[in-house]
C-alpha cells in the first residue's frame, strides 16, 4: 500500500485508505463486458446520482478543526469551515459513484487514490447544501483499475457553486482494456523544482487519538481507522491515519505559512495519496512555489512520514493572490 520516499517514482495508482463503504444501490445501467468476463457499467460513466442535502452545524465544523489539529482562527471560531470539510458533506456520496460502474466483486477492493478540492468559496456554518456526484472516466492499469468522479456541492439558498471534487478511487487487480470518458485532473509533480531546496518545510505530528477524534467529526468509522485487530487483518501493523486527515493537516501546513490571515484565499488542493500514515508519527510536507498561472499563486508539494515513505506526493495547491491594502 505504499512505497518508500527514496525508492522509483512509485505507480500512481497506489492509494492511502480504503474508503468509507455506502450502501449498494440498483441502478447499474448497462454492463460492458472485458477480457476476464467481468462487467463494467460505462452508461453511467457522466450521469449524476440523486442529489441529497447537508446542514452545516457550526459544532461540527469547530469538532472537524480540532480533530486535525488546526490551528487557524477563523476554523476553530466556526467563522468557516475548514476546507478539507467539504468532504464531509460527499463521503458516502463519491464513493458511490465511482462502484456504480464497477462488478460488484471490486466494491471492497476500492483505495482512495487521488483527491482535487476546487474552493470556489469556504463552507459557512448554518448553511445548507445541496450535493450531487457522478463517475466521469474510467481507465485500466497494470494493477487495477481508476474511477474518476465529479462531485459539486451547492448553496440551497443562494443557488452558487460552492466547491467541486475529484475523487479517483482506484479498484485493486480490477481489469480493464483502455479508458474511457474523461481523465483525473492533471497536477504532477514538476521534476526540475528538485534542482533547488523547497521554500519552505513543515513538521507536524499525528497523536495517538486522532483517528477516533477524526471519526466522530467526520463521520468515517472505518474500522481500519480505529481497530487494531482489523487492520492487521487487511496486511497493516495497526491502524491507519484516515487520508482526508492526512490532507487536512497539509491544508493548513500550507495556509498558516502562505496566507495565515485569510483561509479563503485557497482556491485549489490536490494530491495523491502513496501510502498510510500511523498514529504518532511525524509528517513532513516540503513545498515549493511554482509560479503564477490563470491568477493565482502555485505551489508544490509532497508530503513524506518518519518512517521514510511518502504519503502524498503530486501535491498542487493554488492560491488567491494577496490583496496590497495599501494600494486598495
Avoid at 491507519?240 to 483561509?263: E, K, N
Amino acid at each position: 500500500m505504499g512505497n518508500d520516499a527514496t525508492a522509483e517514482r512509485p505507480d500512481e495508482t497506489q492509494g492511502a485508505a480504503l474508503v468509507c463503504m455506502p450502501e449498494r444501490g440498483n441502478s447499474r445501467g448497462t454492463p460492458a463486458a472485458v477480457p476476464d468476463g467481468t462487467t463494467f457499467n460505462l452508461d453511467r460513466l457522466g450521469s449524476w446520482g440523486a442529489r441529497d442535502r447537508f446542514e452545516v452545524d457550526r459544532a461540527r465544523t469547530i469538532a472537524y478543526a480540532a480533530a486535525t489539529n488546526d490551528p487557524i482562527r477563523q476554523h476553530l471560531d466556526g467563522v468557516y469551515a475548514p476546507p478539507v470539510f467539504a468532504v464531509v458533506p460527499i463521503t458516502v456520496m463519491m464513493a458511490d459513484a465511482a462502484m456504480s460502474v464497477v462488478p460488484d466483486d471490486l466494491m471492497l477492493r476500492i483505495l482512495h487514490g487521488k483527491h482535487d478540492f476546487r474552493f470556489h468559496r469556504p463552507i459557512e456554518p448554518g448553511e445548507l447544501l445541496e450535493v450531487r456526484a457522478r463517475p466521469v472516466g474510467i481507465e485500466g492499469k497494470s494493477s487495477g483499475v481508476v474511477v474518476t468522479s465529479h462531485i459539486e456541492t451547492y448553496s440551497v439558498r443562494g443557488g452558487d457553486l460552492v466547491n467541486e471534487q475529484y475523487f479517483v478511487g482506484f479498484f485493486r487487480g480490477g481489469r480493464f482494456d483502455g479508458a474511457r470518458g474523461e481523465p483525473s485532473p492533471a497536477h504532477s509533480f514538476e521534476e526540475n523544482l528538485r534542482d533547488r531546496e523547497p521554500d519552505f518545510v513543515t513538521d507536524q505530528t499525528f497523536d495517538a487519538d486522532q483517528t477516533f477524534r477524526y471519526a466522530r467529526a467526520a463521520g468515517d468509522p472505518m474500522p481500519i481507522h480505529l481497530v487494531d485487530e482489523f487492520a492487521k487483518a487487511m496486511g497493516l501493523p495497526g491502524i491507519i491515519i484516515h487520508g482526508l486527515c492526512t490532507i487536512a493537516f497539509v491544508s493548513h501546513a500550507l495556509i498558516t505559512r502562505i496566507s495565515p490571515d485569510d483561509p479563503t484565499r485557497l482556491k485549489r488542493l490536490a494530491v495523491r495519496l502513496s501510502s498510510p500514515a500511523f498514529p504518532g508519527q511525524t509528517i513532513t510536507t516540503a513545498t515549493w512555489a511554482a509560479g503564477h498561472r490563470d491568477g493565482r499563486d502555485r505551489y508544490a508539494f509532497e508530503t513524506s512520514s518518519d518512517s521514510d515513505r511518502f504519503v502524498i506526493q503530486d501535491g498542487l495547491a493554488e492560491f488567491e493572490p494577496a490583496i496590497d491594502k495599501e494600494t486598495t
